[in-house]
């Protein structure tokens, strides 16, 4: 047999190779569209100044997460801006992870943040300014916070996600 004929007859394996691999990635996909059509919920349960050291400041922001499909998912990363009175004041990541959620269940992870005093200055100066300030005597400043960010799915689909609510929570 000639080498012209040798690789005619390797091209319908070829073929069948790729055709393999194309199936297998059209799965993967759907699992990860199944889970995107309904993305887990995300709820945020505290944000809160977990520590000062010298010229930073590290946040905690507590999550409770729920899987509303009926296989497990698993959440590799959770990625967002934490902006306290509209500031933006550092980036949050997951913790530990990644975290796995059984079929329709939840799970509760920790995503910190690490920024300068001077974000910090910049949030308390924003609130200042809409007057959160002028309380009556006795009453706690209110800080409001927003975490925008994304959620990356173990199958690699990711979903966007945005909370907002007051700054302190039950730690």
Sequence with gaps: MSERGTCRAAEPHRHRWRLSLVVIALVLSACATVALRNPPRIDVTAVALDRVEGPDAYFTIDLTLTNRVDHPIAIDALDATLSIEGEQIGQAKLASGPVHLEANGTATAQMSARTGMD???????????????????GARPVLHYTLEGSATLGGGGRFPFSKSGELGGHR
């Design 119 to 137: 974000a910090i200055l910049r949030a308390i100066a924003a609130a200042m300014r809409r007057g959160a300030t002028l309380l009556a005597p």
